[in-house]
């Protein structure tokens, strides 16, 4: 129950978690470990009287399962990258499945051995139920740090993905040990626990799907109306992880315990199916704002986790001394055991796969040592039954304090031993070394910062915002830097290669203004951006002449499967095939008319070229060529279907028309000339006058259509 006190506590929690943000910050250390350390300083303040309401609120395994577990896996994974993900997808479920599994035998096996050689008899199901739990990672700091001191995008990837997919493994093999800890093993009982795994994955999987393709077909129905399609999207990640546990329930009830869907792999294929796919059907107002308001409620659950851990530790009523064993021989066997399910699964690994797929042996250190532990584990842990009774069991303390303790010991091992060391290690094994291409881009980069900056102190010199002292001061220094970034390098093809990226990425963002204004589908969107991101990667491989023309790529696998599926149920018409292509065609003019600009800026605005003249010249000729044929397509079809075609014209162009009405408003708005009583009835009169226009442009068009 939520009392005034507890949720004054709860408050209370949040403020110093900001705190503890920024004085980590300042003094570069992963948050966790500082709200950690916090969350053990509360305990002997919390026995005082006037903090006592900080033991009013603590974490239950409802308020974990439920509330904060749906939004840490929605967080991670709707910003994951689905192309990479599936790319490096044979490493990172071979690290999911198979080395979380050879990681929880091995901690059940040994700790069983160990405690024995103590005079500890615990039951080896209880040890493997503690390897069960313990053994699922958690990236939250880690990828922090990965990010801080510079690791591999493809490092950062296999982390996130191994930590997201093993989540689920983790849930599944839990909840079939606890089973067989309440209801006796045998035969029997570990071939429904195998089938029962298998349904928690392959149903899992599919229900993700579901609920993903449903939400996101929703949110694209209510795209203009943010508040509906924004809601939808808030609303995912828990509808689909508790309509996972109503299912469940409703097969328990009907003694069909055996089918279960794992919850958390539901939620996080709905997740990556929304951020892959569903996410561009909402606007990039809304998309921003989910975005950052995800960020931020993963922050606040994670805070108020780790903040907890500590006063977690004091509730349980056991001599803590008495353990210390335990507690030691726990964590070196979670440690080794981490070791030896990278290191046995990725060596043999290594040997069957092509050079591109490996992984190397540095990184497989870096995961071996990043393997902190964290929020699953203690959900996991806290689902125990206080009561459980397990036969062989000897010790005055219940099973569930015994794990609480050594859980909680292994959490705080790798927060505040193996965190502090990541990047010492990475700096030891070069992990963050700049590749040849990287630091091609960063001297471009400088050249593009210091020319940016020389034009712009001469424009506030002119205007008088910048004393003219000053002004030339600063103006030769970023001269100077200018000029030597612009030197040659000795590995002129990186700087190609940097070169063609830059470009590509501005035809990515002049694609998300396309978006923005309505002047593309989604549809086309997905095509032109799957065609440019496979561009890039071909790129960053060493390909500098990648093909412009292939739009297919088996990593997206979400576009893929709804690209099959609409084949086969909304085949489109032909006027609407036409109207795609032209679309299509428009965007692609678009695109390289934009990036002819960008090259003739980067030859001429800085007063020196950024890039060699060559490149640039070359570049020039390429886009000049697209730009030219889409010119020409273009035409033809206008041409062979000028009804279709006019009908398209005139509609973008009373879109473009209402943007500008639309945006002027605003400013008015903002300028206070316009009341906003005023400012709504006005925009919407240019709005109905706008779609008033279309309207009878599309009707003229349909007509004219069947007659072309």
């Given at each position: 129950?939520?009392?005034?006190?507890?949720?004054?506590?709860?408050?209370?929690?949040?403020?110093?978690?900001?705190g503890?943000?920024?004085?980590?910050e300042?003094l570069?250390?992963?948050?966790?470990?500082?709200?950690?350390?916090t969350?053990?300083?509360?305990?002997p303040?919390?026995?005082l009287?006037?903090?006592?309401f900080?033991?009013?609120?603590?974490?239950?395994?409802?308020?974990?399962?439920?509330?904060?577990?749906?939004?840490?896996?929605?967080?991670?994974?709707?910003?994951?990258?689905?192309?990479?993900?599936?790319?490096?997808?044979?490493?990172?479920m071979l690290?999911?499945?198979?080395?979380?599994?050879?990681s929880?035998?091995?901690?059940?096996?040994?700790?069983?051995?160990?405690f024995?050689?103590i005079?500890?008899?615990?039951?080896?199901?209880?040890?493997?139920l503690?390897?069960?739990?313990?053994?699922?990672?958690d990236?939250?700091?880690?990828l922090?740090l990965?990010?801080?001191?510079?690791?591999?995008?493809?490092?950062?990837?296999i982390?996130?993905?191994?930590?997201?997919?093993?989540?689920?493994?983790?849930l599944?093999?839990?909840?079939?040990?606890?089973?067989?800890?309440?209801?006796g093993v045998?035969v029997?009982?570990?071939g429904?626990?195998?089938?029962?795994?298998?349904?928690?994955?392959?149903?899992?999987?599919?229900?993700?799907?579901?609920?993903?393709?449903?939400?996101?077909?929703?949110?694209g129905l209510?795209?203009?109306?943010?508040l509906?399609?924004?809601s939808?999207?808030?609303?995912?990640?828990?509808?689909?992880?508790?309509?996972?546990?109503?299912?469940?329930e409703?097969?328990?009830?009907?003694?069909l315990?055996?089918?279960?869907?794992?919850?958390?792999?539901?939620?996080?294929?709905?997740?990556?199916?929304?951020?892959?796919?569903?996410?561009f059907?909402?606007?990039?107002?809304?998309?921003?704002f989910?975005?950052?308001?995800?960020?931020?409620?993963?922050?606040?659950?994670n805070?108020?986790?780790?903040i907890?851990?500590?006063?977690?530790?004091?509730?349980?009523?056991?001599?803590?001394s008495?353990?210390?064993?335990?507690?030691?021989?726990s964590?070196l066997?979670?440690?080794?055991?981490?070791a030896?399910?990278?290191?046995?699964?990725?060596?043999?690994f290594n040997?069957l796969?092509?050079?591109?797929l490996?992984?190397s042996?540095?990184?497989?250190?870096m995961?071996?040592?990043?393997s902190?532990r964290g929020a699953?584990?203690?959900?996991?842990?806290?689902?125990?039954?206080?009561?459980?009774?397990?036969?062989?069991?000897?010790l005055?303390?219940?099973?569930k304090?015994?794990?609480?303790v050594?859980?909680?010991?292994?959490?705080f091992?790798?927060?505040f031993?193996?965190?502090?060391?990541?990047?010492?290690?990475m700096r030891?094994l070069?992990i963050?070394?700049?590749?040849?291409?990287?630091?091609?881009?960063?001297?471009?980069?400088?050249a593009?910062?210091h020319?940016?900056?020389?034009?712009?102190?001469r424009?506030?010199?002119?205007?008088?915002?910048?004393?003219?002292?000053?002004g030339?001061?600063?103006g030769e220094?970023h001269?100077?830097?200018?000029?030597?970034?612009?030197?040659?390098?000795?590995?002129?093809?990186?700087t190609?290669?940097?070169?063609?990226i830059?470009?590509l990425?501005?035809?990515?963002?002049?694609l998300k203004e396309?978006?923005?204004?309505?002047?593309?589908?989604?549809r086309?969107?997905?095509?032109v951006?799957a065609k440019?991101?496979?561009?890039i990667?071909?790129?960053?491989r060493?390909?500098?002449?990648?093909?412009?023309?292939?739009?297919?790529?088996?990593?997206?696998?979400f576009?893929?499967?709804?690209?099959?599926?609409r084949?086969?149920f909304?085949?489109d018409?032909?006027?609407?095939?036409i109207?795609?292509?032209?679309?299509?065609?428009?965007?692609?003019?678009i695109l390289?008319?934009?990036?002819?600009?960008?090259?003739?800026?980067l030859?001429?605005e800085?007063?020196?070229?950024?890039?060699p003249?060559?490149f640039?010249?070359?570049?020039?000729?390429?886009?000049?060529?697209?730009l030219?044929?889409?010119q020409?397509?273009?035409?033809?079809?206008?041409?062979?279907?000028?009804?279709?075609v006019?009908s398209l014209?005139h509609?973008l162009?009373?879109?473009?028309?209402?943007?500008?009405?639309?945006?002027?408003?605003?400013?008015l708005a903002h300028?206070?000339l316009?009341?906003?009583?005023?400012h709504?009835?006005?925009?919407?009169?240019?709005r109905?006058?706008?779609?008033?226009?279309?309207l009878?442009v599309?009707?003229?068009?349909?007509r004219?259509?069947?007659n072309?």
């Amino acid at each position: 129950m939520l009392t005034a006190s507890a949720a004054f506590a709860l408050f209370v929690m949040l403020a110093l978690a900001s705190g503890v943000y920024f004085i980590a910050e300042r003094l570069r250390i992963p948050y966790t470990v500082l709200l950690t350390f916090t969350g053990i300083l509360l305990v002997p303040l919390s026995v005082l009287e006037p903090f006592a309401f900080l033991r009013d609120f603590s974490l239950t395994p409802e308020l974990l399962f439920y509330i904060f577990l749906p939004t840490l896996i929605f967080e991670s994974a709707y910003n994951m990258n689905l192309r990479r993900v599936v790319q490096d997808s044979p490493s990172i479920m071979l690290l999911a499945i198979v080395g979380y599994l050879v990681s929880a035998f091995a901690i059940g096996g040994a700790l069983w051995f160990v405690f024995s050689l103590i005079g500890l008899e615990i039951p080896f199901m209880v040890t493997l139920l503690f390897g069960a739990l313990i053994s699922a990672t958690d990236p939250v700091a880690v990828l922090a740090l990965f990010k801080e001191f510079g690791a591999p995008r493809r490092l950062s990837t296999i982390f996130e993905g191994e930590s997201l997919m093993n989540d689920a493994t983790a849930l599944a093999l839990f909840v079939i040990i606890l089973g067989l800890i309440e209801h006796g093993v045998s035969v029997g009982a570990l071939g429904t626990g195998a089938l029962s795994f298998t349904i928690m994955l392959v149903g899992g999987t599919a229900f993700g799907i579901l609920c993903g393709a449903v939400v996101s077909w929703t949110t694209g129905l209510f795209r203009h109306n943010e508040l509906i399609a924004v809601s939808l999207m808030l609303v995912l990640a828990h509808l689909t992880f508790i309509s996972s546990e109503l299912i469940n329930e409703y097969f328990r009830h009907h003694h069909l315990a055996y089918i279960q869907l794992s919850p958390i792999i539901a939620t996080t294929i709905a997740s990556l199916f929304m951020g892959a796919y569903g996410r561009f059907k909402i606007t990039p107002q809304a998309e921003e704002f989910i975005e950052k308001f995800w960020s931020q409620f993963a922050f606040m659950a994670n805070s108020v986790i780790f903040i907890l851990l500590g006063l977690l530790l004091s509730t349980v009523d056991a001599d803590l001394s008495l353990l210390a064993w335990p507690i030691v021989l726990s964590v070196l066997v979670v440690a080794v055991a981490r070791a030896l399910s990278v290191y046995g699964s990725l060596i043999p690994f290594n040997a069957l796969v092509p050079e591109r797929l490996r992984v190397s042996l540095d990184w497989q250190h870096m995961l071996a040592w990043g393997s902190l532990r964290g929020a699953l584990a203690l959900m996991l842990v806290l689902l125990i039954p206080g009561d459980l009774v397990v036969p062989g069991w000897t010790l005055a303390l219940p099973v569930k304090d015994f794990l609480i303790v050594i859980t909680i010991a292994c959490i705080f091992a790798t927060l505040f031993i193996k965190a502090p060391f990541v990047g010492p290690i990475m700096r030891r094994l070069k992990i963050n070394t700049l590749t040849s291409l990287e630091c091609a881009a960063r001297d471009r980069a400088r050249a593009i910062v210091h020319g940016t900056t020389v034009e712009r102190l001469r424009s506030y010199s002119e205007k008088g915002y910048v004393p003219p002292s000053v002004g030339k001061e600063l103006g030769e220094s970023h001269t100077e830097r200018f000029s030597s970034s612009c030197t040659p390098l000795d590995a002129p093809e990186m700087t190609e290669r940097a070169l063609l990226i830059y470009l590509l990425g501005r035809e990515k963002e002049v694609l998300k203004e396309l978006l923005t204004f309505d002047e593309v589908t989604e549809r086309i969107y997905k095509r032109v951006a799957a065609k440019l991101s496979t561009q890039i990667e071909e790129v960053e491989r060493g390909n500098v002449h990648p093909d412009p023309h292939a739009t297919y790529d088996y990593r997206d696998v979400f576009e893929n499967l709804a690209e099959f599926l609409r084949d086969i149920f909304m085949p489109d018409s032909l006027d609407n095939a036409i109207r795609e292509e032209y679309l299509y065609l428009r965007a692609q003019e678009i695109l390289s008319r934009k990036v002819v600009k960008e090259i003739e800026r980067l030859q001429n605005e800085f007063g020196a070229p950024v890039f060699p003249q060559v490149f640039l010249d070359r570049a020039h000729v390429r886009y000049s060529e697209f730009l030219t044929q889409a010119q020409e397509k273009r035409a033809s079809l206008a041409q062979r279907f000028p009804g279709i075609v006019t009908s398209l014209d005139h509609t973008l162009a009373y879109r473009s028309v209402y943007r500008v009405e639309e945006a002027v408003l605003g400013e008015l708005a903002h300028r206070d000339l316009i009341t906003p009583k005023l400012h709504a009835a006005m925009l919407g009169e240019y709005r109905d006058e706008a779609q008033s226009r279309s309207l009878k442009v599309k009707r003229a068009g349909s007509r004219l259509s069947i007659n072309e």
